[in-house]
């Protein structure tokens, strides 16, 4: 039914917007409106309602405040359109991981932490003789409150014999101490022990515990004499004899050099190599909490402030709601007329605290977010809850006459709870605010009082606006995409059911809010985990299937993602990193011959695939290997003697030398948006003249970088391995971005697609198992058809294929579905239903099962 609109609500008129691929477009979009953007992935429509309209509304609205305030913002560029009449001061909400470390919380970005750290303070039950603390000494982020001991990480991080000698039946020449680095530097730390008189052909089992105990764990840093390239023997007598040594070498112990260099390096990948070999515990000290004895020693409600940072939400709201309205149980009437007298104004706080503590907790819950605690770190979190952390902030905030530009709020939202998301979005739009929001989930488009649909392809088959009006007129387009799914017009292959080759059982499962949990994944099929938010279907897949079968192949699980923090990462061994969650307990049943045959692990997650301009998609997926083979391989080339080297825009010889191969410059303008200019030298092209004057086929390096995937896929016809390359690419859905798009400029979603599209490149071997964690994000339904069409190429390859997903067309088409839950947090963590679709649907306690029976039936 469509929505009457107020006539006099007026609008936002843009005209000329040419951001991006967008073709001059003039739209008129009502104010006060739940507007959804929507079209197939790399349309526009992100380009319009952010490039265009969220970054004018910033700049208007920068203009007006002081220019040393202007620094304090990160400033998007000035967007290229005509004109834009009507619009008001605009807050985005956009789509991004965590916040790359382990001190960002649940708490932090919701501000909830502050109010509760002035609960304390000022009303907590102190000690007696203890003197009062201010909220700072609360916080495990500042000098007064971080427990010495842990620095308030909460756990201490050490390196283990085991943890450095992963198998004690090695000798130190065969690298036992595997902790050590490689190379040279590593050869030098053996070459020392030699001349320190160790047996370094011994098996390391068959040293003597002193002589493992201080190569491992000394401080001691002696200097000797080495002498490179001699067998021990040899050495031994040229240092018995007082030869003239190669060098003099310091020795340094293996623990000292893990610390040193995860505490010292710049170098990331470094941090995350060395890191592999920490472990970590809970600290001893705050047991977890990280924060001082004085501050833990002050209680609220009987609980410390580390405990009841560790609740989750719901049972927070719970405590707290009593003291909200006045009737906290402190001891009957009596006790509470006896803490009035003695303290009146700790009563009036303790009420005032606990009243917005409690409103605030109520938009989180009523967001599906209730499973969470406040200790929770941002690095944990989906996109999705991200978001949704920060739009629960807004909807207390009572601002009015906004525009709130939301990114696919949806994402990571089951659709039970996307009904409240909905319910919040629709509390914005009553207090008098628009809500321009960027989408492809039907049902928050359904919702929609007006749509504009951008199209009709990508990139640059894209750019138009298709139609803008209320839902039911964009039946008629017939060039929208969106129209085929949104009105049922879209006929969807139906295909027979895979039957399972065997089954992979994991049993006993602890994790997160995972209880001794038994789950058993059929092999050679398509499997879709589902559940609603939190319910634990991470848990399940992302972290215990992956880490166990990872162990029992003897395999880190190939991701090629990229990450600042390398304890964020979890990768100090399982479980040890607060990023990956509690300690894991489990096991494959049947140990190696219950895995099935499978023989490699494939985990494709949505961590960017490089963190800064320089990595592309061209270099990830090894495209461009082959393109400057190309170019090394011409008459030009050869003539001056250029190899593929040349070509390549990190390397020195080849790439412009103003700007070292950027291709642009920036310029600082101090209290406006920084300038990126294009070189004045090689203008964009990142190459110096030399090299852009050999061309392949009429174009240099530089233009070839610049086509999208779809006009690579025309121009390099005659090339097999960059077709098959681009094919896959074109496939997943990915033919509109440039092959020299930089990492930066990439979605999560859009990044787990090139690690899938470079995986699906190479040959298919079979028996692997593919894990992937919400692959739909950031995907219009017709991408997701195309997306489900590699995935069932893979799994009639004989490969196993486990997807976590909300989406109901993706569950529909899925050979075998294992819904967790039924609730979220403490509420879920149970394998509710397993079995077909059909199955599932019919489930009476799966919370996804009207759902998908209805996207069955709509099938």
């Not at 000494?137 to 992963?166: I, K, W």
Request: proline share 6%; net charge positive; charged share 20%.
């Amino acid at each position: 039914m469509e929505k009457p609109l107020q006539a006099d609500q007026g609008y936002v008129r843009v005209r000329g917007a040419r951001e991006h691929n967008l073709r001059d477009v003039n739209v008129d979009i009502p104010r006060n409106a739940l507007v959804v953007f929507t079209g197939i992935s790399g349309s526009g429509k992100s380009s319009l309602a952010f490039g265009t309209l969220y970054a004018e509304a910033q700049r208007r609205y920068l203009e007006s405040v002081s220019p040393y305030a202007r620094r304090l913002f990160h400033q998007m560029a000035v967007p290229a359109v005509q004109s834009i009449e009507g619009l008001p001061p605009a807050v985005a909400l956009q789509q991004q991981r965590g916040a790359p470390t382990t001190r960002s919380s649940v708490g932090s970005v919701s501000t909830l932490s502050n109010s509760l750290r002035m609960l304390y303070s000022r009303a907590g039950d102190y000690p007696p003789g203890q003197e009062l603390l201010y909220a700072e000494s609360f916080s495990p982020n500042t000098p007064q409150g971080a427990c010495p001991d842990c620095h308030g990480l909460g756990r201490v991080y050490d390196a283990t014999e085991a943890s450095m000698v992963p198998d004690d039946s090695l000798t130190i020449r065969e690298r036992a101490v595997a902790a050590w680095p490689t190379a040279w530097h590593g050869q030098n730390l053996r070459d020392i022990l030699v001349s320190l008189g160790y047996d370094v052909d011994m098996p390391w089992r068959d040293m003597p515990r002193k002589d493992r105990d201080w190569i491992l764990f000394t401080d001691e840093q002696p200097t000797v004499p080495v002498y490179a390239g001699l067998d021990p023997a040899d050495a031994r007598r040229a240092l018995k004899r007082k030869e003239a040594p190669s060098y003099h070498g310091t020795f340094t112990g293996a623990r000292k050099y893990v610390l040193q260099t995860f505490a010292t390096t710049e170098s990331a990948s470094m941090k995350k190599r060395v890191a592999q070999y920490l472990v970590s515990a809970e600290c001893p000290a705050c047991r977890g909490k990280r924060l001082r004895p004085e501050a833990l020693s002050v209680t609220f409600a009987g609980l410390d402030i580390g405990a009841i940072a560790q609740l989750p939400l719901q049972r927070l709201a719970a405590l707290l709601q009593p003291y909200a309205l006045g009737i906290a149980p402190a001891g009957g009437k009596a006790g509470r007329r006896r803490a009035a007298v003695l303290h009146p104004e700790k009563v009036i706080v303790v009420q005032r605290i606990a009243q917005d503590l409690a409103a605030r907790l109520e938009v989180l819950l009523d967001l599906g977010l209730g499973y969470l605690s406040l200790d929770r770190s941002t690095p944990t979190l989906s996109p999705g809850e991200l978001q949704r952390l920060r739009l629960a902030t807004q909807v207390r905030s009572s601002l009015f006459g906004v525009v709130y530009v939301l990114d696919e709020p949806s994402a990571g939202l089951h659709p039970a709870d996307t009904e409240a998301l909905l319910r919040a979005l629709d509390r914005l739009k009553a207090s008098g605010n628009s809500l321009f929001v960027v989408e492809h989930a039907l049902d928050v488009i359904r919702h929609a009082d007006w749509i504009v649909d951008v199209g009709p392809l990508a990139g640059e088959h894209g750019g138009r606006v298709l139609y803008s009006g209320p839902p039911p007129g964009l039946e008629r387009v017939t060039q929208s995409r969106t129209a085929h799914y949104l009105f049922g017009k879209a006929a969807r292959p139906r295909r027979p059911l895979r039957q399972a080759a065997g089954w992979l059982k994991l049993r006993g499962v602890v994790r997160n809010n995972l209880h001794k949990l038994d789950a058993d994944f059929p092999l050679a099929v398509l499997t879709s985990v589902s559940g609603v938010s939190g319910s634990g279907k991470s848990s399940l897949v992302s972290q215990a299937l992956v880490q166990l079968v990872a162990a029992q192949l003897g395999q880190q699980p190939a991701s090629g993602g990229e990450s600042d923090d390398a304890l964020a990462d979890g990768g100090l061994g399982i479980g040890a990193g607060e990023g990956a969650g509690r300690a894991l307990a489990g096991r494959i049943a049947g140990g190696a011959a219950g895995l099935g045959g499978l023989r490699r692990l494939v985990q494709v997650d949505q961590k960017p695939i490089g963190r800064t301009p320089r990595s592309n998609l061209a270099t990830y997926t090894g495209l461009f290997d082959h393109v400057r083979k190309l170019f090394a391989a011409t008459r030009q080339a050869r003539a001056r003697r250029y190899d593929a080297g040349r070509f390549s825009f990190n390397v020195a010889k080849g790439r412009c030398a103003n700007c070292a191969g950027e291709g642009f410059v920036m310029v600082e303008l101090l209290f406006l948006p920084s300038v990126y200019a294009p070189c004045p030298v090689c203008h964009g092209a990142r190459y110096n003249a030399e090299t852009l004057a050999v061309r392949y086929r009429e174009r240099n390096v530089a233009e070839v970088l610049a086509m999208t995937v779809d006009a690579a896929w025309d121009f390099f016809a005659d090339e097999p391995p960059l077709r098959r390359a681009l094919d896959v690419l074109r496939e997943v859905g990915l033919g509109y971005l440039r092959l020299g798009q930089p990492a930066t400029e990439l979605s999560g979603g859009e990044a787990q697609r090139i690690k899938l599209a470079t995986e699906l490149q190479r040959v298919a071997r079979g028996n692997t198992l593919y894990v992937l964690d919400e692959p739909t994000t950031g995907l219009h339904p017709s991408d997701i058809e195309r997306l489900l069409a590699q995935l069932h190429g893979l799994a009639d390859a004989g490969n196993t294929v486990v997807v976590v997903e909300h989406n109901m067309q993706v569950l529909a088409a899925s050979d075998w579905i294992i819904d967790v839950g039924p609730g979220a947090g403490e509420a879920g963590g149970l394998v509710v239903a397993a079995g077909t679709p059909a199955d599932v649907a019919r489930a009476a306690a799966s919370r996804t099962a009207p759902y998908l029976k209805d996207a069955m039936t709509r099938n």
